[in-house]
């Protein structure tokens, strides 16, 4: 069975407007899950601020330890906590 022309014309304007009703929908929800990652993003380079934070803290840390000890095992003697009285 074949189709006349304006049947043609009628299925495929049809097809083109549900195609197009698609390609709004699809670039709507683009648009949301775009929204979405950005805040996604700036979860993520406020972690990644955080981790350098810590990182630079732990250097700190890691040079500061053998004067904190030094300091402690000083106090301790001046205190008379001797080794062989532990």
Do not use: C, Y
Not at 11 to 20: D, E, G, I, K, P
Not at 21 to 42: C, D, F, S
Not at 53 to 82: E, N, Q, R, S, Y
Request: proline share 2%.
């Amino acid at each position: 069975m074949e189709m006349s022309e304006s049947d043609f014309r009628a299925f495929v304007s049809q097809h083109l407007a549900a195609m197009r009703a698609e390609m709004v929908a699809n670039t709507e929800q683009t648009k949301e899950t775009g929204e979405a990652l950005k805040g996604l993003i700036e979860v993520f380079q406020i972690m990644q601020g955080g981790i350098r934070f810590l990182g630079v803290l732990g250097k700190i840390a890691k040079f500061l330890t053998p004067f904190v000890a030094l300091a402690g095992a000083v106090w301790a003697l001046m205190h008379g906590k001797w080794p062989d009285r532990l």
